[in-house]
Structure formats: structure tokens, C-alpha cells
């Protein structure tokens, strides 16, 4: 059974740092893009960050320059470090693992159940 568990959510000021972690059960996790994604209330799931298999990194344009993602592979891990945070980014944070890595939704094979990441301002 595959899984993706995140953690590393919860409330923080505007300018602050949180880091998101997603542990996966993936045997073959090497061969698997990663990403992050988040929802806000009212609004649709949309595409944060994602790391390749060869551990290049693309990000949305929102959180370009202020998010980085990481993956450690011997521990099957995955990781988001948010930095200037803005309330902007208050969202539902999920892991995802897809074998065709995009930005888009429909790529990805496997998914976690999320953490909530509020900022407050």
C-alpha cells in the first residue's frame, strides 16, 4: 500500500518559515517526481513546487524565490521550506508523486492527505 504523509503545518506570522515534510512508502521513490501543491478555501488545487528524479527543482511563480523543495532519497522524504511567508499562502499543503512530473493535477499517481499551513498577517 502506498502512502504519502505530510507534516510541519500550522500557524504562523506573515514573514516567517515553516517546513513541510512528506514521508512516502514508495518503493521505487527514485524514480518518481515529487511536488507540492496547495488549495485555499474556495479556490482550486494549483501547483507549488516539484523536484525530478535528477533533483532539478521548478516552482509557480507565487512562491518562486521565497519556497524551496528538497528529497532525500535513502529516506524516502520529501520537503518544502517556506520562508517569507505571506497570508496569501494560507492553504491546504500536499505531497504528490507522479511518474510524468508536471504542474498539473492529472500527473501525478499518488497523494497525501495534506497539512494546513495558516498565516496570519
Known amino acids: 500500500q502506498v502512502y504519502l504523509v505530510e507534516s510541519g503545518g500550522g500557524l504562523v506570522q506573515a514573514g516567517g518559515s515553516l517546513r513541510l515534510s512528506c514521508a512516502a512508502s514508495l518503493q521505487t521513490f527514485v524514480t518518481y517526481t515529487m511536488a507540492w501543491f496547495r488549495q485555499a478555501p474556495g479556490k482550486e488545487r494549483e501547483f507549488a513546487a516539484r523536484i525530478n528524479v535528477g533533483g532539478d527543482d521548478t516552482y509557480s511563480d507565487s512562491v518562486k524565490g521565497r519556497f524551496t523543495i528538497s528529497r532525500d532519497n535513502a529516506k524516502k522524504m520529501v520537503y518544502l521550506q517556506m520562508n517569507s511567508l505571506k497570508p496569501e499562502d494560507t492553504a491546504v499543503y500536499s505531497c504528490?508523486?507522479?511518474?510524468?512530473?508536471?504542474?498539473?493535477?492529472?500527473?501525478?499517481?499518488?497523494w497525501g492527505q495534506g497539512t494546513q499551513v495558516t498565516v496570519s498577517s
Open positions: 504528490a508523486a507522479g511518474v510524468i512530473g508536471s504542474g498539473r493535477v492529472s500527473d501525478y499517481n499518488y
